[in-house]
């Protein structure tokens, strides 16, 4: 299971935003740019200017929003006929650009380690190209978890909001990215196992 599961339900209810901002001329490549720069721009700010920990909140705000613009430029390209190879990669690399940016800031936050907050932002990386390379093996472009990017929105827009609300994080939090990098992993692993029985390859080495 995966929140991404959830998501042809999301997209019924963006559905007639979609169309309004396909009449104003809005392209697909447009809003994948703009929620790529607004996740740079926050992160970044988080994690260089340091502010207080309210300023957290901004997270899960912006996690839920980008989503949405994630739907939308999708929605945009195969319902308005503006898929492209240029929004392939866009929306491939834009991807795990803004997920880095977002992640960076909790290498800031007692008890968590910066190493293995960066464990995790590699992971995921990793994680999004692994699914991305399902149709060069005959397979659809797989997004398995148990830790997809979703799934990854929702686990850091929490941690953003309890930072925000000033809870202190006990010691045995420090565990946490570890185990996120776990699941991560298992993801890559489970993205490769069922890419290959999709495309009817034997996972032999």
Same mark, same amino acid.
């Given at each position: 299971?995966?929140?991404?599961?959830?998501?042809?339900?999301?997209?019924?209810?963006?559905?007639?935003?979609?169309?309004?901002?396909?009449?104003?001329?809005?392209?697909?490549?447009?809003?994948?740019?703009?929620?790529?720069?607004?996740?740079?721009?926050?992160?970044?700010?988080?994690? #260089?200017?340091?502010?207080?920990?309210?300023?957290?909140?901004?997270?899960?705000?912006?996690? #839920?929003?980008?989503?949405? #613009?994630?739907?939308? $430029?999708?929605?945009?390209?195969?319902?308005?006929?503006?898929?492209?190879?240029?929004?392939?990669?866009?929306?491939?690399?834009?991807?795990?650009?803004? $997920?880095?940016?977002?992640?960076?800031?909790?290498?800031?936050?007692?008890?968590?380690?910066?190493? *293995?907050?960066?464990?995790?932002?590699?992971?995921?990386?990793?994680?999004?190209?692994?699914?991305?390379?399902?149709?060069?093996?005959?397979?659809?472009?797989?997004? $398995?978890?148990?830790?997809?990017?979703? $799934?990854?929105?929702?686990? #850091?827009?929490?941690?953003?909001?309890?930072?925000?609300?000033?809870?202190?994080?006990?010691?045995?939090?420090? *565990?946490?990215?570890?185990?996120?990098?776990?699941?991560?992993? *298992?993801?890559?692993?489970?993205?490769?196992?069922?890419?290959?029985?999709?495309?009817?390859?034997?996972?032999?080495?």
């Amino acid at each position: 299971m995966s929140i991404y599961e959830l998501k042809p339900r999301f997209q019924a209810l963006l559905r007639p935003l979609v169309v309004r901002l396909h009449a104003a001329g809005v392209t697909a490549n447009q809003v994948t740019l703009a929620a790529c720069a607004i996740s740079v721009a926050l992160g970044l700010w988080l994690f #260089f200017a340091a502010p207080r920990a309210g300023f957290f909140a901004l997270i899960p705000l912006w996690m #839920f929003l980008r989503m949405a #613009f994630n739907a939308i $430029d999708g929605m945009l390209a195969r319902e308005h006929g503006q898929q492209s190879a240029l929004g392939a990669f866009l929306n491939e690399l834009t991807d795990v650009l803004s $997920d880095a940016a977002l992640y960076l800031p909790f290498a800031l936050i007692a008890p968590f380690s910066p190493f *293995w907050v960066g464990t995790v932002i590699v992971l995921a990386g990793l994680s999004e190209f692994t699914g991305a390379l399902g149709p060069t093996v005959g397979a659809s472009r797989r997004y $398995d978890g148990p830790l997809g990017k979703s $799934d990854r929105a929702f686990v #850091f827009g929490a941690l953003g909001l309890y930072v925000a609300l000033g809870w202190p994080l006990p010691a045995a939090a420090a *565990w946490l990215m570890p185990l996120l990098a776990a699941l991560v992993a *298992w993801t890559i692993v489970n993205r490769i196992r069922r890419a290959l029985a999709e495309a009817g390859a034997r996972p032999t080495l």
